[in-house]
């Protein structure tokens, strides 16, 4: 079973129903016990930074992340979900992450060209600097959509990147710990087979 931890933040109608739609079993949860005995995990998360972290301390659930990353089980952030798998964002202020992936959250506003829209919104592009299980089933320059603000630096885990001037990071990975900037769950058919790859991998 795969649990996606409900902790008040993240499109989980749309997560849920992608999971279903290529046959995972899959339930949306803030229950402690369903996360420790699930077979893999998803972050999911929208919003600020600063205020997921906060719940992710205040429902104790940031714990039971990191403890099930630790015992080795495979977990993936989405969006939001991936940068909270970092040290710190640097979004209005400092704050700090669940530092499972050594780096960085800080804003594109600044880093692209100053005529570029920010937030970063749509497809772009997925380019692949090391093979990696999770982009099994893609080839490079696959789309995916982006909806984001913010980006992932100082990560030498990078397994994915985008171009938006620059290259931003795409997804991350060390070891069982995986995250994606981008959302699967709103690519389409390159959204699925992601999906796909990461309940396929064994445990």
Same mark, same amino acid.
């Given at each position: 079973?795969?649990?996606?931890?409900?902790?008040?933040?993240?499109?989980?109608?749309?997560?849920?129903?992608?999971?279903?739609?290529?046959?995972?079993?899959?339930?949306?949860?803030?229950?402690?016990?369903?996360?420790?005995?699930?077979?893999?995990?998803?972050?999911? #998360?929208?919003?600020?930074?600063?205020?997921?972290?906060?719940?992710?301390?205040?429902?104790?659930?940031?714990?039971?992340?990191?403890?099930?990353?630790?015992? #080795?089980?495979?977990?993936? #952030?989405?969006?939001?979900?991936?940068?909270?798998?970092?040290?710190?964002?640097?979004?209005?202020?400092?704050?700090?992450?669940?530092?499972?992936?050594?780096?960085?959250?800080?804003?594109?506003?600044?880093?692209?060209?100053?005529?570029?829209?920010?937030?970063?919104?749509?497809?772009?592009?997925?380019?692949?600097?090391?093979?990696?299980?999770?982009?099994?089933?893609?080839?490079?320059?696959?789309?995916?959509?982006?909806?984001?603000?913010?980006?992932?630096?100082?990560?030498?885990?990078?397994?994915?990147?985008?171009?938006?001037?620059?290259?931003?990071?795409?997804?991350?990975?060390?070891?069982?710990?995986?995250?994606?900037?981008?959302?699967?769950?709103?690519? #389409?058919?390159?959204?699925?087979?992601?999906?796909?790859?990461?309940?396929?991998?064994?445990?």
């Amino acid at each position: 079973m795969i649990a996606i931890v409900d902790y008040g933040v993240g499109n989980l109608f749309s997560l849920c129903s992608s999971f279903k739609k290529i046959g995972a079993d899959v339930t949306v949860t803030s229950e402690k016990s369903v996360i420790e005995n699930a077979r893999k995990i998803i972050l999911p #998360g929208v919003g600020a930074f600063e205020d997921a972290a906060k719940k992710l301390r205040e429902t104790g659930l940031g714990d039971v992340v990191k403890a099930q990353a630790k015992s #080795g089980k495979y977990m993936m #952030g989405i969006c939001l979900g991936m940068q909270l798998l970092l040290d710190k964002s640097f979004e209005y202020g400092c704050h700090e992450g669940l530092g499972l992936i050594a780096g960085n959250v800080t804003p594109i506003k600044g880093y692209v060209a100053p005529d570029l829209k920010i937030p970063h919104i749509g497809w772009n592009g997925l380019h692949f600097p090391k093979e990696h299980f999770l982009f099994k089933y893609l080839k490079e320059g696959d789309h995916a959509y982006f909806v984001h603000s913010y980006h992932a630096t100082d990560c030498q885990d990078v397994i994915a990147t985008t171009e938006y001037d620059k290259e931003l990071t795409a997804a991350i990975g060390k070891d069982n710990v995986l995250g994606c900037q981008f959302h699967p769950e709103k690519s #389409g058919e390159v959204g699925l087979r992601i999906l796909r790859a990461f309940i396929e991998q064994k445990d």
